[in-house]
């Protein structure tokens, strides 16, 4: 089975700094990677997908690079709109596996 | 616009079952891969099971496999989940989400599933 990792686990940031995330994967994935925002008892909503598309609607300070077994997900300018956690997950079998999660919160 | 709404979930005793529904609206449910997500308590997301457009074809998560039945009525563009002898840690709240582009691009609210004596 494929493994995913985040780092770092907890990333206490400023509105308007530059915010970066890693996601790991065990083995390739060549860009079958996306990554999703979660806020408190909302369901996750999908920012990017292979690997460094913008979904519909996402601003563009978010962006996603990456392939392989490594990814980032950037913010350019952090708004207070965007204090919450990130997953990567993983589709490039016929089953997705989910990152655990990076919590963004205010410095 | 693309709405999807869980229902089902309560509080069950280990070792029952429970059925959770899902009711999509505002695209073509039946050209849509399906898929059950659940996320335990404070914990992260974790996929469970999906099924292919046409209910031909169907995966699972390791840990559901032979108790866990993903199912669908295009008829009634609905979504199903039958979960038999629960274990305490299947608790969490379960989403519904489709599949486009070859991930969860909608997700339904949730609902929560309590497994406790």
């Known amino acids: 089975d494929i493994q995913m990792t985040q780092s770092p686990s907890t990333l206490s940031a400023s509105v308007g700094d530059r915010v970066t995330i890693t996601c790991r994967a065990s083995?390739?994935?060549?860009?079958?990677l996306a990554w999703f925002q979660q806020k408190p008892g909302k369901a996750p909503k999908l920012l990017i997908y292979?690997?460094?598309t913008l979904e519909s609607g996402v601003p563009s300070r978010f962006s996603g690079s990456g392939s392989g077994t490594e990814f980032t997900l950037t913010i350019s300018c952090l708004q207070p709109d965007d204090f919450a956690t990130y997953f990567c997950?993983?589709?490039?079998?016929?089953?997705?596996?989910f990152g655990p999660g990076t919590k963004v919160d205010i410095k | 616009e693309v709405q999807l709404v869980e229902s089902g979930g309560d509080l069950v005793q280990p070792g029952r079952s429970l059925r959770l529904s899902c009711t999509a609206s505002?695209?073509?449910?039946?050209?849509?891969?399906m898929n059950w997500v659940r996320q335990a308590p404070g914990k992260g997301l974790e996929w469970v099971a999906n099924?292919?457009?046409?209910?031909?074809?169907?995966h699972y998560l390791d840990s559901v496999k032979g108790r866990f039945t993903i199912s669908r009525d295009n008829a009634k563009n609905s979504l199903y989940l039958q979960m038999n002898s629960l274990r305490a840690e299947d608790t969490a709240v379960y989403y519904c989400?489709?599949?486009?582009?070859?991930?969860?691009?909608?997700w339904g609210q949730g609902t929560l599933v309590t497994v406790s004596s």
């Open positions: 083995q390739s994935i060549s860009d079958w």
């Open positions: 505002g695209f073509t449910f039946s050209r849509f891969w």
């Open positions: 292979k690997a460094s």
């Open positions: 989400a489709r599949e486009g582009r070859g991930v969860p691009d909608y």
């Open positions: 997950q993983q589709y490039s079998r016929y089953f997705f596996t």
């Open positions: 099924i292919k457009h046409d209910g031909s074809e169907t």
